[in-house]
């Protein structure tokens, strides 16, 4: 970085675009519990901080890959550009991710910029921090208050599964969904037939042989029940995703450590096409500032999705609005 600077502590009239843009990458960052959460992040955060500080004198924030690296991980024994070059990567595909967070918690904070990575290539390879102007729409001038005693909720987008394969996942957000939805029903109205045929199958050859029952006729039986348990699963889900447009994503549908993320249909708008997206909320509990993490409503508040805060998770239960991103105490 080249910091040109002349003193830390002038004031300034107004806050810079600069650092508008740090400041909301630093508060993204602490309301979604990114912030320690890997290296990559780190580097990100880094140049947020330096931002934050230091953003109405400087336009844009720039690293050499050497310097960051004494800075974020000052005892990795790969070089510079070996240990830059992954993180780079997922950077590139984290801020893609974390755009409507980003932008969300900047109408928040009444800023209008959100920050951007980029890489400059040359020998040697840069990286700046820059700020983005916030496209606004008219409802963003009045966002929706915090209720008292309530909570309003961060959204991050995490990698979708099957990202490993595909780096158009990575993003977490699956477009074209018509396609999607058409052989995920295919794909299930196969099975229900199947699941039918070999009911019927099973029956017709149970009245015919006169043979006493056996371990095998009971372990078909049970994988019979265990496949239509599936299915039957898969089908609710699938219509709840539908009629509701948003549903916590079963577990077998996100990475293990990737918990407590909501899988929402992204209506087709304008230009906009339709899209699956895994998101995870996140937001700080009013009455002990744990983090609050979604989860399913179960018996007590049924067909809901409600927020629930890591240090009381009985007690400190709030509501979650899929629109507005903002919560009530459910506790009174
Ligand atoms: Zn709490």
Redesign the pocket.
Known sequence: MKPNLQSSNLLVPSESALTQAGKVALTFLEDTGLAERNQAVQVFRHMAQIAAERGHELSNIEFETVALKAIVAANAVKGASAWMSPLWKQLEDRQESWGPGLRATAIHMGYRFTPKLRKLHGSPAKYQLTAEPVEMDPGDLHPTPTPDGGIRYTPAAVAAPGAVISAGLRGGVVRHTLPLVASTSAFLSVAILLLLFSAWWMVVTGLHTNSPLSTAHVSYAAMWCVASWTVWGLFKFMSQLADLGIVMAPEFLVPFKEDHVTLELQPKDGDRKGAFAFVRYTAT??????R?LLHDGGEEFKDRIVGR????PR??VFSFDQKLHIGHSMRG
């Not at 509990?285 to 744990?290: I, K, N, T």
């Open positions: 509990c009013p009455q002990c500032q744990g609050v805060c890591g240090n009381s007690e400190h």
